[in-house]
């Protein structure tokens, strides 16, 4: 049963679907699934697939109903691959990237998918001075074939860093990184507004100040990136959070986070942005 928190509640049965695997070995780490907004029911899985080298596995999945059905699972690195974050192209239909961490770089490979098959491309940097342990990655809903990457720099005092990349073909290139918070930051994760051009919020935990949940609007301009100030949305450790954009609503995100002043409810708090003013 679903409740949705309003004004209104409302509640609603979800019929209940068969569990699919989508890789039958028994080891996996660093799941993440995104859906294909181009195609109905197809989606990604991405994990690092601990029975074969920690390798960097994606399988792409079917919906029809409620059933599941998978494709043959696909190395996209062939080495162990930290943190794996998979975003689909909403413009450019079969069109992913996915962005992970190894062997002192961030790491970026461009994939096309045809069914339940994907082929890649190589490996572009992100960040090739050092392996960034905090990372997330998004394509820009509203122009083809950009992308954007944020990441903590070990380098730098752990400051968040955001960097904006073209793609042509499977290679990408990528503009100058700049500094979205100067303090050691943790727990990346990034949203593009799907109905406001070249924004984009990025939410983040704080490593001093108990961990407080931070949130900053970024502007795209090519693949350059500027950004608005830092607000406060948890007044405790934000662990566990995750940000995401309104599909309908321009200028309103939602930050869903675990709220260690609150005996570690799931909590979620509405946030409407002006310019780059939250």
Same mark, same amino acid.
């Not at 928190?5 to 699919?20: F, K, N």
């Not at 409620?66 to 043959?72: A, C, E, K, R």
């Not at 994907?118 to 990655?137: C, I, K, L, Q, R």
């Given at each position: 049963?679903?409740?949705?928190?309003?004004?209104?509640?409302?509640?609603?049965?979800?019929?209940?679907?068969?569990?699919?695997?989508?890789?039958?070995?028994?080891?996996?780490?660093?799941?993440?699934?995104?859906?294909?907004?181009?195609?109905?029911?197809?989606?990604?899985?991405?994990?690092?697939?601990?029975?074969?080298?920690?390798?960097?596995?994606?399988?792409?999945?079917?919906?029809?109903?409620?059933?599941?059905?998978?494709?043959?699972?696909?190395?996209?690195?062939?080495?162990?691959?930290?943190?794996?974050?998979?975003?689909?192209?909403?413009?450019?239909?079969?069109?992913?990237?996915?962005?992970?961490?190894?062997?002192?770089?961030?790491?970026?490979?461009?994939?096309?998918?045809?069914?339940?098959?994907?082929?890649?491309?190589?490996?572009?940097?992100?960040?090739?001075?050092?392996?960034?342990?905090?990372?997330?990655?998004?394509?820009?809903?509203?122009?083809?074939?950009?992308?954007?990457?944020?990441?903590?720099?070990?380098?730098? %005092?752990?400051?968040?860093? $955001?960097?904006?990349?073209?793609? *042509?073909? @499977? =290679? &990408? #290139? +990528?503009?100058? !990184? /700049?500094?979205?918070?100067?303090?050691?930051?943790?727990?990346?994760?990034?949203?593009?507004?799907?109905?406001?051009?070249?924004?984009?919020?990025?939410?983040?935990?704080?490593?001093?100040? %108990?961990?407080?949940?931070? $949130?900053?609007?970024?502007?795209? *301009?090519? @693949? =350059? &990136? #500027? +950004?608005?100030? !830092? /607000?406060?949305?948890?007044?405790?450790?934000?662990?566990?959070?995750?940000?995401?954009?309104?599909?309908?609503?321009?200028?309103?995100?939602?930050?869903?986070?675990?709220?260690?002043?609150? %005996?570690?409810?799931?909590?979620?708090?509405?946030?409407?942005? *002006?310019? @780059?003013?939250?």
């Amino acid at each position: 049963t679903i409740t949705a928190v309003a004004e209104t509640v409302l509640s609603q049965t979800i019929p209940a679907g068969s569990g699919a695997e989508f890789d039958s070995g028994s080891n996996h780490d660093y799941i993440m699934m995104a859906y294909d907004p181009t195609t109905a029911g197809r989606f990604a899985v991405v994990y690092l697939d601990a029975d074969n080298g920690s390798y960097g596995t994606i399988a792409i999945g079917q919906v029809s109903g409620t059933s599941i059905t998978f494709g043959t699972a696909i190395v996209f690195i062939s080495a162990w691959a930290y943190l794996p974050r998979v975003s689909w192209s909403s413009l450019i239909s079969g069109q992913l990237a996915i962005a992970t961490s190894r062997s002192s770089k961030g790491r970026i490979v461009i994939g096309n998918v045809s069914g339940s098959n994907v082929t890649f491309g190589g490996e572009s940097y992100f960040f090739n001075t050092g392996a960034p342990d905090h990372h997330d990655m998004a394509f820009d809903p509203l122009t083809a074939n950009r992308l954007v990457c944020v990441y903590r720099d070990p380098n730098n %005092s752990g400051y968040g860093m $955001a960097i904006a990349g073209s793609v *042509s073909g @499977t =290679s &990408v #290139s +990528f503009g100058t !990184a /700049v500094v979205y918070r100067s303090t050691n930051v943790q727990n990346i994760t990034l949203s593009f507004d799907p109905n406001t051009e070249n924004q984009f919020v990025v939410s983040y935990g704080m490593q001093a100040n %108990s961990g407080y949940g931070q $949130a900053i609007i970024g502007t795209l *301009s090519a @693949t =350059s &990136v #500027s +950004f608005g100030s !830092a /607000v406060t949305y948890s007044a405790g450790a934000a662990t566990f959070h995750c940000i995401c954009y309104d599909q309908k609503i321009a200028g309103k995100f939602y930050a869903a986070f675990q709220d260690s002043t609150n %005996s570690d409810y799931g909590t979620e708090v509405c946030c409407t942005v *002006s310019g @780059t003013t939250i």
